[in-house]
T-cell receptor
Framework: KAGVTQTPRYLIKTRGQQVTLSCSPI?????VSWYQQTPGQGLQFLFE???????NKGNFPGRFSGRQFSNSRSEMNVSTLELGDSALYLC?????????????FGDGTRLSIL | QKEVEQNSGPLSVPEGAIASLNCTYS??????FFWYRQYSGKSPELIMF????GDKEDGRFTAQLNKASQYVSLLIRDSQPSDSATYLC????????????FGKGTHLIIQP
């Protein structure tokens, strides 16, 4: 059974640009969550999607957005990139979310802002 | 604000000994608890999860939960050098909660 797939693995952008990251969950998983990991702040929750709807959102500015498609694949978009957005962005999937089952993480997308 | 606290370490344990990792959480309504292992440069890998008070064992790993004390622990028996990694404690409050809340992790070193 394939795991969570995230693309691309690495991205280099400059300030002011925007970026879109993609996540394909484990087959059968309908909940997709996104997290940002930085050395200083650790892992922080961005948002969760279930059945194409954003169910929960963490404490991040509106520049961070996402969506989920009918096949449960999800994308995350960051607009007007700032230096502080440099981080590892992780996607995690679970069957139905809301902490009822464990979340499984993809390999992440490492985003560097120059 | 929900918080999860872990000792950052490094925690150094001799090979073959028991490694004990601890975690406390602030939200008394927390319902599910997870331990992830993260090697340097890699993504978190699920090790254990526990929902009820008491112990849960899986191979060399035992998770312990005490909701009254708001305390979760992970024991690793017969520690191996390959267990050297950062261990992340994560907590979920269920329902409409804001996803998993993670601790900053404990860096574990198993000395051969």
């Amino acid at each position: 059974k394939a795991g969570v797939t995230q693309t691309p693995r690495y991205l280099i952008k400059t300030r002011g640009q925007q970026v879109t990251l993609s996540c394909s969950p484990i087959s059968g998983h309908r909940s997709v969550s996104w997290y940002q990991q930085t050395p200083g702040q650790g892992l922080q929750f961005l948002f969760e999607y279930f059945s194409e709807t954003q169910r929960n959102k963490g404490n991040f500015p509106g520049r961070f957005s996402g969506r989920q498609f009918s096949n449960s694949r999800s994308e995350m978009n960051v607009s007007t990139l700032e230096l502080g957005d440099s981080a590892l962005y992780l996607c995690a999937s679970s069957l139905t979310g809301q902490g009822l089952q464990p979340q499984h993480f993809g390999d992440g997308t490492r985003l560097s802002i120059l | 604000q929900k918080e999860v606290e872990q000792n950052s370490g490094p925690l150094s344990v001799p090979e073959g000994a028991i490694a004990s990792l601890n975690c406390t959480y602030s939200d008394r309504g927390s319902q599910s608890f997870f331990w992830y292992r993260q090697y340097s440069g890699k993504s978190p890998e699920l090790i254990m999860f526990i929902y009820s008070n008491g112990d849960k064992e899986d191979g060399r790993f035992t998770a312990q939960l005490n909701k009254a004390s708001q305390y979760v622990s992970l024991l690793i028996r017969d520690s191996q050098p390959s267990d050297s990694a950062t261990y992340l404690c994560a907590v979920h409050s269920g329902g409409g909660a804001d996803g998993l809340t993670f601790g900053k992790g404990t860096h574990l070193i198993i000395q051969p």
